[in-house]
């Protein structure tokens, strides 16, 4: 089983289903890369720097013996090296032990001091994280845009932008982002982004399509009947949900059983999905349901509608 592939603003392709590396500790997240290419079928790999497992994801997939040109390999540039994006970047490489990057993207709109307490995040006196405001976005997009003229990465895009942060890079932009990475599951669809990003032929990712660890999407009673209906899982429906709209979708999971499963069976269950399942579906939010559960403490208004208000 192959997930299929999305066509980006620049022509290349994505495959629609990529494994996700967050949380996967260290010591499990080798076997579970090796398991998801060379037995589950996955091409596409989502990564970030910020994860600090990135040489264990490396290692997974030379395990794995798939050959690294047929892997669409993703990371992420952390806060603290909007001003130094090819350091960043050329740390990631070496840790995932690759001279290039299919997709390289912007983790979060939020430039943190460079020179502050703690590498990763620093935080004020006042213990909120300590964010350089002096540093514009723009120019973190002019570095990401080097980066492809040097050929260290294919593609470059964005994640957890909302319109307000996209509106701030578009207008100078060379190139095009060509994905935002989002929170998108039922609970949290984004309907107006989504239009906004089509409008702009820029794709929506999917990240925490099952809505994280412990998520209560897994029981919602809407998914459970579709599940039902069509003798699917619910996780095959929460991700085939996110196929048939033609997002890419990042479920993660260091279970082999689920890894599996996670691409099959939602691949299976994007076919078996009808009009009125996608509509119930994109109704739950609007119906009561709306909830996000990644909403890191970031000290500046995101633009993001459904967002905790600033303290
Ligand atoms: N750009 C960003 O800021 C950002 C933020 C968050 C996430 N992401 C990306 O998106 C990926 C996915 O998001 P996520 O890790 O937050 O959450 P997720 O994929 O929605 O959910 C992962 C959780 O669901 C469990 N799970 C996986 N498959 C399952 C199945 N078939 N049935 C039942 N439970 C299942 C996993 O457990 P086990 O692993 O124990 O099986 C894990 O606890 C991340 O790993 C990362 O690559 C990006």
Redesign the pocket.
């Known amino acids: 089983m192959s997930a299929p592939l999305v066509k980006l603003n620049n022509g290349l392709e994505i495959p629609a289903i ?7 500790k260290s010591n ?1 997240v080798t076997a ?1 890369v090796e398991f998801a290419l060379k037995e589950a079928g996955y091409r596409h790999i ?3 720097w ?2 600090g497992n990135e040489k264990e994801v490396g290692d997974g997939i030379r395990a794995s013996g798939v050959p690294r040109s047929d892997i669409f390999i993703t990371s ?1 540039l952390w806060g603290t090296y909007h001003s130094r994006v090819e350091e960043c970047l050329d740390q990631t490489l070496a840790n995932l032990g690759t001279d290039y990057l299919d997709l390289y ?1 912007v ?2 709109p939020v430039p943190l001091n460079p020179k502050g307490n703690h590498p990763i995040f620093p935080l004020l006196p006042d213990g909120k994280r300590d964010v350089d405001h002096s540093w514009d976005l723009k120019d973190t997009w002019k570095q990401m845009e080097a980066m492809v003229q040097k050929g260290k990465v294919k593609s470059i895009g964005v ?2 932008f909302s319109q307000k942060k996209l509106d701030e890079i578009l207008p100078t932009a060379e190139i095009i982002p060509v994905v935002n ?3 998108l ?1 039922v609970y949290n669809p984004q309907h107006k982004l989504v239009e906004y990003l089509r409008s702009k032929d820029i794709v929506p ?11 209560p ?2 029981s919602d009673e809407t998914v459970l009947d579709i599940a039902k209906k069509h003798s699917l ?4 429906v ?2 085939g949900y996110l196929l048939a709209k033609g997002m890419v979708v ?6 082999p ?3 599996a ?2 691409l099959s ?1 939602a691949v299976n269950a994007s076919t078996k999905l009808e009009s009125g399942d996608i509509e119930k579906l994109d109704g739950l939010a609007a119906a009561g349901k709306q909830k996000r ?2 909403t ?1 403490p970031w000290p500046v208004d995101l633009g993001f509608d459904h967002w905790p208000s600033l303290l």
């Open positions: 990529g494994l996700g590396t967050w949380q996967s499990e579970a989502d990564c970030a910020g994860y992420k993207l983790h979060w994640s957890n990475q989002l929170e599951h990712e999917a990240y925490s399509p099952l809505g994280s660890a412990g998520s999407l897994l899982q619910a996780a095959d929460l991700v990042l479920p993660k999971s260091i279970t059983s689920r890894i499963s996670n069976g559960f990644i890191p």
